[in-house]
T-cell receptor, first 112, second 106 residues
Framework: DSGVTQTPKHLITATGQRVTLRCSPR?????VYWYQQSLDQGLQFLIQ???????AKGNILERFSAQQFPDLHSELNLSSLELGDSALYFC???????????FGQGTRLTVV | EDQVTQSPEALRLQEGESSSLNCSYT??????LFWYRQDPGKGPEFLFT???AGEEKEKERLKATLTKKESFLHITAPKPEDSATYLC???????FGQGTILTVHP
């Protein structure tokens, strides 16, 4: 158990809908990362927050947004969902910038 | 922009047959190189962090080494339970390579 908690584990929704994925980082970790992993694809970096502020941004679609709250948990919002958004979404957390990150077990999103 | 290339894409070994996986990287200021193991449908599991050229880390049958341009993950006498995708990542925002899919046959 990495100590990073993601909910829900599975999510099935229809095209055009909006969903929210939640991540609770390890105790004491200030940094949260979000990644997308499509079938047979690598981990694509979406966005990173550090202590509530956006730190780095990857190829995150405009339909996607995220935030980190004062209690350090983070949410990834996906809207106007398309079939191609079906993927595993992982959250990871780390302490200081540039140190190892620990991953949650992911949310499997299926858009039908 | 940080870039990571892993080779080979897939590696099939017999149990006990040692080998190495490669991770080549370009990064603006290495803050750390990280190795992970990922089982299908699971989150990546952290293995090692390497910070400077010449550094080595070991854990059971795995040993990671680092040079200025690449890292190697050496697997000694692998077992079937070592079968997984091995990923390396660099940089503050963790740019990942595509991974090496390792299959160890009994």
């Amino acid at each position: 158990d990495s100590g990073v908690t993601q909910t829900p584990k599975h999510l099935i929704t229809a095209t055009g809908q909006r969903v929210t994925l939640r991540c609770s980082p390890r105790s004491g970790d200030l940094s949260v990362y979000w990644y997308q992993q499509s079938l047979d694809q690598g981990l694509q970096f979406l966005i990173q927050y550090y202590n509530g502020e956006e730190r780095a941004k990857g190829n995150i679609l405009e339909r996607f947004s995220a935030q980190q709250f004062p209690d350090l948990h983070s949410e990834l919002n996906l809207s106007s969902l398309e079939l191609g958004d079906s993927a595993l979404y992982f959250c990871a957390s780390s302490g200081l910038w540039g140190t190892e990150a620990f991953f949650g077990q992911g949310t499997r999103l299926t858009v039908v | 922009e940080d870039q990571v290339t892993q080779s080979p894409e897939a590696l099939r070994l017999q149990e006990g047959e040692s080998s190495s996986l490669n991770c080549s990287y370009t990064v603006s200021g290495l803050r750390g190189l990280f190795w992970y193991r990922q089982d299908p449908g699971k989150g990546p599991e952290f293995l090692f962090t390497l910070y400077s050229a010449g550094e080595e880390k070991e854990k059971e049958r795995l040993k990671a080494t680092l040079t200025k341009k690449e890292s190697f993950l050496h697997i000694t006498a692998p077992k079937p339970e070592d079968s997984a995708t091995y990923l390396c990542a660099v940089g503050g925002k963790l740019t990942f390579g595509q991974g090496t899919i390792l299959t160890v046959h009994p």
